[in-house]
């Protein structure tokens, strides 16, 4: 009985790796083939990119100043507040930056593409629209994933220049140091393998949310229950995968970029 | 012999056969003023599919000619929808192959299957209508893709909603039609491209007796006016049978009953049965089989 579970489980995950490694490796190739929907791509831009604007600026806004407020005590304990900008700027680009932007806009972006597709194969868009000629894939995944992956690399500059300004913020007001101080160590300090990492990162989030609401969007089966389960678990998986893919391209990019 | 050929329907009056079989024949006699003797639009040959579990659709052969009208009957869940989709490949079949225009959907790729599709017309059960679009771009749906101008488009989409009796809902969003409206929209849709094959799933299903009467009527017209053959899922006798007896008359603009006795010869019967085909064959067949399951069904 248990064995009969695992076994059914097992199967179950693999085959879900199976159709995933398909579906994405299909929405990749589509670029390279007409027809290509422009259209739609730059519409994706806008809902992906600058709907998501207000909370990756925010959320980047007070990492920062929550980074700064927190490195406070711990840094004057051994008289070296003065390095709070360094600290604050390279945590953030190189680390919070990109995978808080990512989980931001998993939340807000992988949700709403598995509950739009979801809805469309629940009450047979998706056939309609396979039904007019028209291929699904090329015309909502790919123009979806490619969106994600550019809008995804210019959030994270917005989000790690905000979160530099809120540091920036209470270290000035809050923490009453000088501001000149605080953005001299946050540039001098700075070297390009810190900004390939910061900016590497994101365009793998970008590849996985897209990728994985898509997916679930598109699997979704059972009326509009089964819309919210896709919904969560395409959030749920984008998530944890974000962080663990951040982990491995951590591990790899300070293998080929050692800190100094 | 029910239906007369030479009668006052417009339809063809050719003779011809076109079921490959697979029903218990029932005891009948033979159809004649049938749809032409040519090359059928679709043929299923022991076709069968299950979904994790117990077969949906079990050795299913049927044929349906040029200017056929196939009617598709069957209670709930017993596996028509399932059999429409196969038809133009949105789902491939287990075993057994289907010609669509003379090609297997069942060894064609998602990508060759496309050019097919677009020569079918298919209507929803729910219409399945883009609720982000306006009827217009959903009517146009296909043209726009192809590019086609936009006062091409403006105009024959103008003429597929006057079709359908719904001009004035050229600029509204589907979350603003009735249920009706939107079958509606979704036939002027199945219908702009002018289609060699039209696929209905059940375009009255849900729908209150007087709103499912103007689809019929809307069904029949492309019938008698295009000559379109078709296939119609439905689990309501009544509609089935007022297309077998009714005609859409041009003149009055409104269908009219045939003359007593005489039944439409190029609209005939499928019906399933826990995904098995057990009839095949006319309206009079229908109304006089031993088949125990259609008789029940018939009550």
Redesign the interface.
């Known amino acids: 009985m248990a064995i009969g579970i695992i076994e059914r489980t097992a199967k179950d995950i693999v085959l879900t790796a199976q159709e995933y490694t398909l579906f994405a490796q299909r929405a990749v190739l589509n670029v390279f083939r007409p027809?290509r929907y422009w259209t739609d791509f730059l519409m994706q831009c806008n809902i992906v990119g600058v709907g998501s604007s207000a909370i990756v600026l925010l959320s980047g806004f007070f990492t920062g100043g929550v980074l700064a407020l927190q490195s406070q005590a711990t840094l004057s304990e051994f008289g070296a507040t003065a390095v709070t900008g360094r600290f604050v700027s390279l945590t953030m680009i190189r680390e919070l930056g990109p995978v808080l932007t990512g989980i931001m806009v998993a939340g807000r972006n992988a949700s709403s593409m598995a509950s739009e597709l979801g809805s469309m194969v629940v009450?047979?868009?998706i056939?309609?629209?396979?039904?007019?000629?028209?291929?699904p894939m090329r015309k909502l995944v790919t123009p979806r994933l490619f969106a994600c992956i550019f809008m995804l690399f210019f959030l994270t500059i917005l989000a790690d220049a905000f979160g530099i300004f809120g540091g920036a913020f209470v270290t000035i007001f809050m923490n009453h140091q000088n501001g000149t101080q605080y953005f001299s160590q946050a540039w001098e300090h700075l070297r390009y393998p810190d900004i390939i990492q910061g900016l590497f990162k994101p365009l793998v989030s970008g590849f996985i949310i897209a990728s994985i609401g898509c997916f679930y969007g598109m699997r979704t089966t059972g009326g509009t229950e089964g819309v919210g389960r896709s919904t969560i678990d395409a959030v749920v998986f984008s998530s944890v995968i974000i962080i663990f893919a951040d982990f491995l391209m951590t591990q790899v990019l300070l293998t080929l970029f050692p800190p100094i | 012999m029910i239906h007369t050929p030479g009668s006052a329907h417009p339809g063809p009056h050719d003779s011809g056969a076109h079921a490959t079989g697979a029903a218990p024949a029932p005891a009948a006699e033979p159809v004649a003023g049938r749809a032409a003797d040519a090359e059928p639009v679709v043929v299923f040959r022991n076709v069968s599919i299950a979904f994790d579990g117990p077969p949906v659709l079990q050795d299913i052969s049927f044929s349906v000619a040029p200017r056929e009208t196939r009617i598709l009957l069957g209670p709930a869940g017993v596996g028509k929808s399932v059999l429409l989709k196969l038809i133009n490949g949105l789902l491939r079949p287990d075993q057994g192959s289907i010609l669509l225009f003379g090609q297997d959907v069942a060894t064609m790729t998602e990508e060759q299957l496309f050019p097919l599709r677009i020569r079918t017309g298919i209507v929803f059960q729910e219409g399945a209508l883009f609720d982000s679009l306006t009827v217009r771009d959903n009517v146009a749906y296909q043209l726009i893709q192809e590019r086609v101008p936009d006062e091409e488009i403006d105009r024959r989409v103008h003429e597929a909603l006057t079709f359908v009796e719904l001009d004035r809902t050229f600029d509204l969003y589907p979350a603003s039609l009735s249920g009706g409206m939107k079958r509606r929209v979704a036939i002027a849709r199945a219908l702009i491209r002018q289609p060699e094959l039209i696929l209905y799933d059940s375009p009255t299903g849900g729908l209150d007796p007087i709103t499912s009467t103007t689809i019929i009527e809307l069904v029949m017209k492309q019938r008698d006016f295009y000559r379109t053959p078709s296939l119609l899922v439905t689990h309501r006798l009544q509609d089935a049978f007022t297309l077998c007896t009714h005609r859409f008359d041009s003149a009055l603009g409104r269908m009219v009953p045939l003359p007593k006795g005489e039944t439409d010869p190029n609209t005939t019967f499928l019906m399933l049965e826990e995904g098995r085909l057990i009839f095949d064959g006319s309206l009079h067949e229908l109304v006089h089989t031993d088949n125990k399951f259609v008789r029940e069904f018939l009550e």
């Not at chain 1, 056939?127 to 291929?135: K, P, T």
């Open positions: 027809p009450t047979e868009q056939d309609a629209m396979r039904a007019l000629g028209v291929d």
